[in-house]
T-cell receptor
């Protein structure tokens, strides 16, 4: 999951298992959330997003869960593959406010073959 | 192909020199952003632009400057005033202010 500090938290999972990456967001007014995947040496890529009027959204092999009560977001990856190894960032946004996306610190996912 | 292009991918400069990083998008996006990423860390916002001819400071703007004279282009200048310029720089754009951002592939700047 997310943490403050200089070093990224790391999640190691066996190939084929499910992965759950957690994110605690800071602004209770945030109403739009995005998960990004960043491979080494590349820019972040959009994975999935969710708005605050939903608590779950599914994509291909990924599911995002939103718990507004505790300001928590999670990304579930089914049947994790070696190609899923990357750093995952959550981002939050208050769409009515005058501030850009705020990114979390990131979690490194390592898939063990 | 539509996308956001950063150039160059790697850049080396001597300490005390200004350097400009290029960012171009052909997605017709209104908003553009510059982020800095240090090893093992998240993204920190340097500058952002909601619309052409307008830009705002982000969290770590000191030592950087930008311009937004064209919708497609948002160059970032790293000045000699930036105390620790070696980093990975990411440019992004979004269709409207505060919608999903698309990222370029980044420029790795090394100052020696």
């Amino acid at each position: 999951g997310e943490s403050v500090g200089l070093h990224l938290p790391t999640l190691s999972v066996q190939e084929g298992d499910n992965s759950i990456i957690n994110c605690a967001y800071s602004n209770s007014a945030s109403d739009y959330f995005i998960w990004y995947k960043q491979e080494s040496g590349k820019g972040p890529q959009f994975i999935i997003d969710i708005r605050s009027n939903m608590d779950k959204r599914q994509g291909q092999r990924v599911t995002v869960l939103l718990n507004k009560t505790v300001k928590h977001l999670s990304l579930q990856i089914a049947a994790t593959q070696p190609g899923d190894s990357a750093v995952y960032f959550c981002a939050e946004n208050w769409t009515s406010g005058n501030t850009p996306l705020v990114f979390g610190k990131g979690t490194r996912l390592s898939v063990i073959a | 192909d539509g996308g956001i292009t950063q150039s160059p991918k790697y850049l080396f400069r001597k300490e005390g020199q200004n350097v400009t990083l290029s960012c171009e998008q052909n997605l017709n996006h209104d908003a553009m952003y510059w982020y800095r990423q240090d090893p093992g860390q998240g993204l920190r916002l340097i500058y952002y632009s909601q619309i052409v001819n307008d830009f705002q400071k982000g969290d770590i703007a000191e030592g950087y400057s930008v311009s937004r004279e064209k919708k497609e282009s948002f160059p970032l200048t790293v000045t000699s005033a930036q105390k620790n310029p070696t980093a990975f720089y990411l440019c992004a754009s979004s269709r409207r202010w505060n919608t999903e951002a698309f990222f370029g592939q980044g420029t790795r700047l090394t100052v020696v």
